[in-house]
């Protein structure tokens, strides 16, 4: 867990006092909140990352049938089909891109997608736990982030010691050719089985947790950038429901569809503000037709100009 200021714990709704290295009951929300804090205040992007970085092992259900499996790509599955019993809000899917295997950090909660610090602490930290199942240094072809970079870019690849792409299409791990056959050194053919009967059995007690109606709107928004707002009917198709079956959903959630994607832009644009990236493309990325359009929304919404806001930051 992460130790910073008493500020930055009570910027993100948590009571430091009641924070301990032992403590599992910090939201994924609040743990994203703590690491956008914690990096405003220490004025480095690259916080998070090295959080996640230095992560080494851990005592979970999905950790031991990792480290107990014969390979890597076993590892992984075996841990994704399981993560779920102790955080609900990601998903972890092993695919083929292009011709590589790469694994895909899925966030189910829409919200969660605007935070890139959060997002970036996830996949450093998944490469982190790949080091430490394998007991050796580890090198990915790349790491891979949706969101845009900045101007610190650089840094994230030295926290790293591998490539690291922004603007990716998801975000996750690229994989070297024939990397996720490696043999692991603590592979136990009955230990594997019966962690698997284990968690089958919680999974069953547990179910599936339904997400919100709006993180599931939220995420089909956020899924479409840059450069890109669905509309409320596209949304609604998306959905398989009419626009007023949408807007009476979200009402009951105590939102309308122009206050998320107004929020979820406002959000967004200070973020890629802090991280330094120009006026002009902020404005693309969040579907504004130009650079006025989106300077006079910033206003509206802040008080100042999006320069003025870059300056101060």
């Not at 992460?2 to 929300?29: E, F, W």
């Not at 330094?276 to 650079?291: K, P, T, V």
Request: net charge positive; charged share 25%.
């Amino acid at each position: 867990h992460l130790l910073c200021c008493n500020k930055c714990y009570q910027r993100s709704g948590i009571k430091p006092r009641h924070v301990q290295v032992s403590d599992t009951q910090i939201s994924a929300m609040q743990e994203a909140t703590l690491l956008r804090n914690a990096c405003q205040a220490a004025d480095d992007i690259t916080l998070a990352a090295r959080i996640g970085i230095s992560f080494r092992q851990a005592s979970t259900l999905t950790a031991y049938i990792a480290r107990s499996s014969a390979t890597l790509r076993q590892a992984i599955e075996n841990g994704a089909r399981f993560y779920s019993l102790s955080d609900n809000s990601t998903e972890f899917i092993l695919k083929q891109d292009s011709g590589s295997d790469v694994m895909e950090v899925v966030t189910a909660e829409g919200a969660l997608m605007r935070h890139h610090r959060f997002q970036e602490f996830r996949v450093f930290g998944l490469l982190a736990r790949l080091r430490a199942i394998v007991g050796a240094e580890f090198y990915p072809e790349e790491l891979c982030l949706r969101h845009e970079g900045g101007t610190d870019a650089s840094g994230f690849e030295k926290v790293a010691n591998c490539s690291v792409i922004f603007a990716s299409p998801f975000n996750g791990i690229r994989f070297r050719p024939g990397a996720l056959d490696r043999p692991l050194p603590g592979y136990d053919q009955d230990l594997v089985a019966y962690l698997n009967e284990l968690g089958a059995e919680r999974l069953l007690k547990v179910g599936k947790v339904k997400q919100s109606f709006r993180a599931q709107v939220e995420a089909l928004v956020i899924g479409r950038l840059p450069g890109r707002i669905l509309t409320a009917d596209e949304i609604a198709s998306e959905l398989g429901m009419s626009r007023r079956t949408l807007t009476r959903h979200l009402t009951q959630e105590g939102a309308g569809f122009r206050q998320l994607v107004e929020e979820m832009r406002f959000d967004l644009a200070k973020t890629y503000l802090k991280d330094g990236l120009n006026i002009s493309e902020i404005a693309f990325i969040l579907g504004y037709g130009d650079h006025a359009a989106f300077s006079t929304a910033f206003r509206r919404w802040a008080g100042q100009s999006p320069s003025t806001f870059q300056k101060d930051r």
